[in-house]
């Protein structure tokens, strides 16, 4: 089957055959013309890295960077809370001695700050929520800079579009893009999938795709503001509780289920053409938890007719699973945990070597970016990224309409979760009291999507 890359705009999708079958992103690239990109990336210059949003995992992704070689140091930051840039750059500095030189003035606090942060960089950092990822990685090519992006790169169609844009103008800036769908330098999945695509479980038929699991956080809104000692905007209470709000978060299926989902597309070479759902919130219900469903059930059909099951859940005491199995002609795989079963005489395989497992995934990505730059080989994983981001919001699209949706209505979409396009126009004073696309009721709930008469296109 042909990899299909597309020009995505609200007024139509241009289908061009772009990888054929086989072909790695690396081979395509190392077709194009490569310029000596300007941004001292020789393999002993040091690489100035910024952070933009610096919680949890653009800790982690920052910490992995300085973790890539010497010649590394985190120069920048922003964030929109100083407390959450506070605490992160001192982790940094203890763990990375002399690594870690960003002075006062360059720590931008606001919606705006990521440009200031992107123009001290050679790499940038994208790990705020997800909502305001296209907008960020939009910039940070703009000012033709590498990028680390954290999945998901988009939490709806119109965003989907604009990542989809900046990563055909990386390519031709050649800048390096990496995208933190860590399963992709796993030496495990990568073994997997090469005999997957060699044939040994034959033609894949079917495909299904966990996330069945618990509630990850959640910061109530009283117990913020105890912390805080005053009362919260609804902007700043969403920013802080962000998970439950789709147009930051893009609900559970794009935050968390991607990695489950992007595995499934690795392996056919491409995205779903349609997907039909069931979904809604059972269980976790109440005033913290937001306007996202608790589940999610989809059936994603492949352009060869194969079909991916694919499951989501935060639910408490129920069975959990984080998983993707395959079915071929051949043999039954487990992906995740890298073995084929064999159907009846055909042979069955297990990645077993422990010498071989390799790194953890997370250092392993910042690892092969890092390298990328250094010696100005292909990299730009911003193409698949964004396809896998796009593959759960159709799935939450199905979902939240109860309709059939196919991916080329999908992503002509302009019925858009987002609203961070003009948030960084205001001050941050300003933006902190703007109105989110989403407001509690009288009763402090929010409005959940009504599958059947929710529109999504
Ligand atoms: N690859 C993985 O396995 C993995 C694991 C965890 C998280 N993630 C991803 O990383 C991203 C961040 O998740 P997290 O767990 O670190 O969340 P987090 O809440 O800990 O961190 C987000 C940070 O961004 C800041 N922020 C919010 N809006 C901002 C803006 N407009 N500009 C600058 N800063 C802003 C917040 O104040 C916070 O410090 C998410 O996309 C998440 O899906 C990936």
Redesign the pocket.
């Known amino acids: 089957m042909n990899k299909q890359i597309f020009t995505y705009t609200p007024e139509g999708v241009t289908r061009r055959n772009f990888l054929k079958t086989g072909a790695t992103a690396g081979t395509l690239l190392s077709t194009i013309p490569i310029e000596r990109i300007a941004l001292g990336a020789s393999p002993g210059d040091t690489i100035k890295v910024a952070l933009?949003?610096?919680?949890?995992?653009?800790?982690?992704?920052a910490d992995q960077a300085l973790s890539t070689g010497d010649s590394v140091k985190l120069v920048a930051a922003?964030?929109?809370?100083p407390d959450?840039?506070e605490g992160?750059l001192k982790g940094l500095a203890n763990r990375h001695k002399g690594k870690v030189e960003v002075s006062k003035e360059n720590q931008f606090i606001?919606?705006d700050?990521?440009k200031k942060a992107i123009a001290q960089a050679d790499l940038v950092i994208l790990?705020?929520?997800?909502g305001?990822?296209p907008m960020?990685f939009e910039e940070a090519v703009r000012q033709g800079k590498n990028v680390f992006m954290?999945?998901?790169v988009c939490v709806d169609a119109a965003g989907f579009r604009k990542v989809i844009a900046a990563a055909e103008e990386a390519k031709k800036k050649n800048l390096k893009v990496g995208v933190?769908?860590?399963r992709h330098h796993q030496l495990g999945y990568l073994e997997t999938m090469k005999r997957l695509w060699d044939g040994q479980a034959g033609d894949i038929v079917a495909m299904r795709a966990y996330w069945n699991g618990n509630t990850p956080w959640v910061h109530p809104r009283e117990a913020l503001e105890k912390q805080h000692g005053r009362k919260l905007s609804e902007m700043e209470y969403q920013?802080?509780n962000?998970y439950y709000f789709v147009w930051?978060?893009g609900d559970h299926i794009c935050?968390?289920h991607i990695?489950n989902l992007d595995v499934i597309n690795w392996l056919k070479k491409g995205h779903p053409v349609k997907a039909r759902g069931n979904g809604g919130c059972e269980t976790r219900k109440g005033k913290d938890y937001g306007e996202i469903f608790d589940h999610h059930v989809v059936e994603f059909t492949y352009e060869d007719g194969s079909v991916c099951f694919s499951q989501c859940r935060h639910q408490l005491g129920c069975w959990n699973d984080v998983s993707e199995h395959a079915v071929g002609t051949k043999g039954i795989i487990n992906i995740g945990s890298h073995t084929i079963r064999g159907i009846g005489n055909e042979a069955s395989w297990r990645f077993k070597d422990e010498e071989k497992k390799g790194k953890n995934p997370?250092q392993q990505e910042h690892d092969d970016l890092f390298d990328a730059i250094r010696n100005n080989k292909p990299y730009n994983e911003a193409f698949y990224g964004a396809e896998s981001s796009m593959t759960s919001v159709l799935g939450r699209m199905s979902t939240y309409s109860g309709k059939e949706i196919s991916w080329d209505d999908a992503v002509k979409s302009t019925v858009s979760d987002t609203m961070?396009k003009d948030?960084?126009k205001v001050s941050f004073a300003e933006a902190l009291q703007l109105d989110p696309p989403s407001k509690p009721g009288p009763d402090g709930m929010y409005q959940l999507p009504v599958p059947g008469k929710t529109k999504v296109i």
């Open positions: 933009i949003g610096c919680g949890g995992r653009g800790s982690g992704a922003a964030d929109v809370h959450r840039m992160s606001g919606f700050g990521y790990a705020t929520p997800p305001f990822r960020q954290e999945k998901p933190g769908l860590q920013l802080r962000w930051l978060c935050e968390q990695h997370y961070v948030i960084d």
